[in-house]
């Protein structure tokens, strides 16, 4: 079936840091990929999507690339800020039609962000 | 503002109580999610349902069914709650036309002693 691993947490980083939180997955086909973010005492939401090879994703500073070849979609922010620390969830949906929205997540990985 | 609500934020109960989990959406989203939260394991789907009255199973439905008798509300029922059902649950939803972006609830973090 198909999966999601993200690089293990804590990730502690200082203010203007580069940040790569990593994520492959295995999946017949060609899934759609997502980054979904998680503020302390909220629900998800959705940061970046990429549907096909090659695309790239991003919003508020964020960016990923789906690569087919390594099945890979790596999030990455040049410069994090405080505001940044939350739990960070890599997510895929089949490419199959009847999947009616499902995401299969990773385990999350924890950012936290020293000022 | 989009609207995904579940009723409770803490819950407590015992071994072997019956336990229900409400969510309500706002948004006449046809399909609603139900995952369980837990340090280390990610989210992982309970059950779905993608119309009034219908539902399947995720990947981790033992111990737990649904109802969705009306579109905007979802509930997740354990009917015999045990220690191993201690965890934050998540409620979601989607719409069919743009399946792929979930709104999701705050959660419910349930306790069963």
């Known amino acids: 079936g198909d999966s999601v691993t993200q690089m293990e947490g804590p990730v502690t980083l200082s203010e203007e840091a580069f940040l790569t939180i990593n994520c492959t997955y295995t999946?017949?086909?060609?899934?759609?990929l997502f980054w979904y973010v998680q503020y302390p005492g909220e629900g998800l939401q959705l940061l970046l999507k990429?549907?096909?090879?090659?695309d790239k994703g991003s919003n508020k500073g964020f960016e990923a690339t789906y690569r087919k070849e390594t099945t890979s979609f790596h999030l990455e922010k040049g410069s994090v800020q405080v505001s940044d620390s939350a739990v960070y969830f890599c997510?895929?949906?089949?490419?199959?039609?009847?999947?009616?929205?499902?995401?299969?997540f990773g385990q999350g990985t924890i950012l936290t962000v020293h000022p | 503002d989009v609207k995904v609500t579940q009723s409770s934020r803490y819950l407590v109960k015992r071994t072997g109580e019956k336990v229900f989990l409400e969510c309500v959406q706002d948004?006449?989203?046809?399909?609603m999610f139900w995952y369980r939260q837990d340090p280390g394991l990610g989210l992982r789907l309970i059950y779905f349902?993608?119309?009034?009255?219908?539902?399947e199973k995720g990947d981790i439905p033992e111990g737990y069914s649904v109802s969705r008798e009306k579109k905007e509300r979802f509930s997740l029922i354990l009917e015999s709650a045990s220690t191993n059902q201690t965890s934050m649950y998540l409620c979601?939803?989607?719409?069919?036309?743009?399946?792929?972006?979930?709104?999701f609830g705050s959660g419910t973090q349930l306790s069963v002693l």
């Open positions: 997510a895929l949906r089949d490419a199959g039609g009847t999947s009616y929205g499902k995401l299969t």
């Open positions: 349902s993608y119309d009034v009255k219908m539902k």
């Open positions: 999946a017949t086909g060609y899934p759609s």
């Open positions: 948004m006449d989203h046809e399909n």
């Open positions: 990429a549907t096909k090879a090659d």
């Open positions: 979601a939803s989607s719409s069919q036309r743009s399946g792929e972006k979930l709104f």
